[in-house]
């Protein structure tokens, strides 16, 4: 009896995954992005994965920061950091007009908030980054890549 119940355990268990398979084929996990500075000054991003397949990918970004306001961008790119192109009248920011395909979540991110951005994404390399003034060169890039 007690082996049968586990066989039934496990082909219930077998069945929910089979079911489940279809929703994952269409979509896949999440990227969780998040914002971040210390105490001490310095600042940066931490992803939960430095790459993805290709297709639509969401961000789930959230500023963990207590005391400052960031914000996420994404760009595909092959360019180094020290290439990205800051603006003639404020060097403390990139000038994102020169920076085609630039994608950005619909607003800065207060201390504390979150947002999501979804995104359909070929393959190649991105730079995911915070403009806020400063914070581009302070830490807060990252590469990330797109696999077919
Ligand atoms: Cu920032």
């Not at 730079?127 to 914070?135: R, S, W």
Request: charged share 20%; hydrophobic share 40%.
């Amino acid at each position: 009896m007690k082996k049968n119940a586990v066989a039934g355990a496990m082909l219930a268990a077998m069945t929910s995954c089979v079911l489940i398979t279809p929703a994952l084929a269409v979509g896949q996990t999440p990227v969780e992005v998040e914002l971040w500075n210390k105490p001490d000054g310095s600042q940066g991003m931490t992803l939960s994965a430095d790459h993805v397949k290709a297709g639509k990918v969401k961000f789930e970004v959230k500023n963990s920061s207590s005391n400052m306001v960031h914000e996420f961008l994404i760009v595909k790119t092959n360019m180094t950091f020290d290439q990205f192109p800051k603006d003639p009248e404020n060097p403390a920011v990139v000038d994102e007009d020169k920076l085609k395909g630039a994608k950005e979540l619909s607003s800065d991110l207060n201390p504390g908030n979150s947002g999501t951005l979804t995104m359909d994404l070929k393959p190649g390399r991105y730079v995911v980054f915070c403009n806020q003034p400063g914070h581009f060169d302070g830490g807060m890039h990252l590469v990330f890549t797109v696999t077919q």
